[in-house]
């Protein structure tokens, strides 16, 4: 357990909003006329944009002086239709949209929606795949950590700390790269398996241990050293946006946000899958072994030394499988019919060609079960879940995502409400909001 930290002095005084809740009239300032007994309160516009980066965001804020009475999102400026695009690609072919909604940690993406497809038909993975699946997730674990510590410290007027996580950030990249031919968008995974496997396992071996023991270790203290006594960023943090534990079981909260503020659920190990469970090899291989990082405080402090910590704990996660990748077939069997033949049979073989173009053509390809599931991984920013209805076909009736951030969002607005409009990008860091999960 990360210590407990000193929070800031309670607010001299409590602001009350408005009687109506979440509906000011947004174009105008109709709302504050005739209303003499807050002759100091305007409303300002924070938006339409993410503040760091693309896709959009917007706050409407009530101000007393600088301080927020209220904040008011507003989302719904991207449309992008993912959930409809999936009644229209089959169950592999989705993973490309899928790994477009959390963009800061695709492989992420990719390997929650076919855990889910794979609960649906049942399918269990072998011990190569799980292995492989595990230290990609870990590594995307990783690489969202790096950006949401670094930008934080960036809003805040630290450079430097932007800096150390993003360097390290490209290394990651290049391992995807290595391993599925794509840096950002991999793709990676397939129902039943992955796309193709390790290109040279003693070169991607060679660079994750350069990434884990000797990189990171180095980035982290580089971190450490900037901020954690840095009395600038602690005193803008501390105290900042604090949730309290029932505040976030009550909002649904997950992932490093819940984690900080003292609630432990980890799907990992709560709700285990890949090697994260016992006997995931299915001839007795133990669990990894791995700490669930938490604080108590519920500050914008708190969250970002849970994310630290995290990081070291998935780099600890790695170094336990990657010296140990098990060899033998990476993908399911091709007798069970969701497997492309391999490319020798594809060329060489009449009953290779026929089983390719059966799995590509429309109105072909596999089958699935009528019904309907729902499962979920740990995502870097909390439970990344797919609910999947089947009618039988090779494509889903209907997809549902649980994203971390969409559920997230909800107590943005809360967390604002008596701070200072300074404070609002301090929260916002420290949430580490990846807009492209609010409008889907």
């Given at each position: 357990?990360?210590?407990t930290?000193n929070?800031?002095?309670?607010?001299?005084?409590?602001?009350?909003?408005?009687?109506?809740?979440?509906?000011l009239?947004i174009?105008?300032l109709?709302?504050?006329?005739?209303r003499?007994?807050?002759?100091?309160?305007?409303i300002?516009?924070?938006?339409?944009?993410?503040p760091?980066?693309h896709?959009?965001l917007r706050l409407?804020?009530?101000?007393?002086?600088?301080r927020i009475v209220?904040?008011?999102?507003?989302?719904g400026?991207?449309?992008?239709?993912?959930?409809k695009?999936a009644?229209?690609?089959n169950?592999?072919q989705?993973?490309?949209?899928?790994?477009?909604m959390?963009?800061?940690?695709?492989?992420?993406?990719?390997?929650?929606?076919?855990?889910?497809?794979e609960?649906?038909?049942?399918?269990?993975?072998?011990?190569r795949?799980k292995?492989?699946?595990?230290?990609?997730s870990?590594?995307?674990?990783i690489?969202?950590?790096?950006l949401?510590?670094?930008?934080?410290?960036l809003?805040l007027g630290?450079?430097t700390?932007f800096?150390?996580?993003?360097?390290?950030?490209?290394?990651?990249y290049?391992i995807?790269d290595f391993v599925?031919?794509?840096?950002?968008?991999?793709?990676?995974?397939r129902v039943?398996?992955?796309?193709?496997?390790?290109p040279?396992?003693?070169t991607?071996?060679?660079?994750?241990?350069n990434?884990?023991?000797?990189?990171?270790?180095?980035?982290?203290?580089?971190?450490?050293t900037l901020?954690?006594?840095?009395?600038?960023?602690?005193?803008?943090?501390?105290g900042?946006g604090?949730i309290?534990k029932?505040?976030?079981t009550?909002?649904?909260?997950t992932?490093?946000l819940?984690?900080a503020?003292?609630?432990?659920?980890?799907?990992?190990?709560?709700?285990p899958?890949?090697?994260?469970e016992?006997n995931?090899?299915?001839q007795?291989?133990?669990?990894?072994?791995?700490?669930?990082?938490?604080?108590t405080t519920?500050?914008?402090?708190?969250?970002?030394?849970?994310r630290l910590e995290?990081?070291?704990q998935?780099c600890?996660?790695?170094s336990?499988?990657i010296?140990?990748i098990?060899?033998?077939?990476?993908?399911?069997?091709?007798g069970s019919?969701?497997?492309?033949?391999?490319?020798d049979?594809?060329?060489n073989?009449?009953e290779?060609?026929?089983?390719?173009?059966?799995?590509i053509?429309p109105?072909?390809?596999f089958?699935?079960?009528?019904?309907?599931?729902?499962?979920?991984?740990?995502g870097?920013n909390?439970?990344?879940?797919?609910?999947?209805?089947?009618?039988g076909?090779?494509k889903?009736?209907?997809?549902?995502?649980?994203?971390?951030?969409?559920?997230n969002?909800q107590?943005f607005?809360?967390?604002?409400e008596?701070?200072?409009?300074?404070d609002l990008?301090?929260i916002?860091?420290s949430?580490n909001?990846i807009?492209?999960?609010?409008d889907r």
């Amino acid at each position: 357990m990360i210590g407990t930290y000193n929070a800031r002095l309670a607010m001299p005084y409590t602001l009350t909003p408005l009687e109506k809740a979440y509906d000011l009239e947004i174009e105008t300032l109709d709302e504050l006329k005739g209303r003499p007994d807050v002759p100091d309160r305007w409303i300002l516009n924070f938006g339409p944009q993410h503040p760091a980066t693309h896709t959009t965001l917007r706050l409407v804020l009530e101000l007393d002086g600088e301080r927020i009475v209220r904040a008011t999102p507003h989302i719904g400026y991207l449309h992008s239709g993912f959930e409809k695009l999936a009644e229209h690609q089959n169950y592999n072919q989705w993973v490309c949209t899928a790994s477009r909604m959390d963009y800061v940690s695709p492989i992420m993406n990719d390997i929650a929606w076919h855990h889910a497809v794979e609960k649906l038909l049942d399918i269990n993975l072998t011990p190569r795949c799980k292995v492989i699946r595990t230290i990609l997730s870990e590594l995307g674990r990783i690489q969202n950590h790096l950006l949401c510590v670094g930008a934080a410290a960036l809003d805040l007027g630290a450079f430097t700390g932007f800096l150390y996580g993003f360097n390290e950030r490209e290394h990651v990249y290049d391992i995807i790269d290595f391993v599925s031919g794509q840096r950002f968008h991999p793709d990676y995974t397939r129902v039943g398996g992955l796309k193709n496997d390790l290109p040279c396992e003693e070169t991607f071996r060679k660079m994750v241990h350069n990434f884990i023991d000797e990189r990171m270790p180095k980035s982290i203290g580089d971190i450490e050293t900037l901020l954690n006594t840095n009395r600038i960023f602690v005193d803008r943090v501390e105290g900042i946006g604090t949730i309290t534990k029932e505040e976030a079981t009550g909002w649904s909260l997950t992932g490093p946000l819940a984690r900080a503020s003292g609630v432990t659920r980890d799907l990992r190990r709560d709700e285990p899958y890949l090697c994260y469970e016992d006997n995931w090899d299915d001839q007795g291989a133990k669990a990894v072994e791995f700490k669930v990082p938490m604080a108590t405080t519920g500050d914008c402090l708190a969250r970002y030394h849970v994310r630290l910590e995290e990081i070291k704990q998935s780099c600890n996660i790695i170094s336990q499988l990657i010296d140990d990748i098990p060899g033998g077939p990476l993908n399911v069997t091709a007798g069970s019919g969701i497997k492309m033949p391999e490319k020798d049979a594809v060329y060489n073989t009449i009953e290779g060609t026929i089983q390719q173009f059966e799995m590509i053509m429309p109105n072909c390809g596999f089958e699935s079960p009528v019904g309907e599931s729902y499962s979920a991984i740990e995502g870097a920013n909390g439970e990344m879940g797919f609910f999947i209805v089947s009618a039988g076909s090779d494509k889903p009736w209907r997809v549902a995502p649980r994203p971390c951030s969409f559920i997230n969002f909800q107590v943005f607005a809360k967390m604002f409400e008596g701070h200072q409009l300074a404070d609002l990008v301090a929260i916002l860091g420290s949430l580490n909001i990846i807009a492209a999960e609010l409008d889907r």
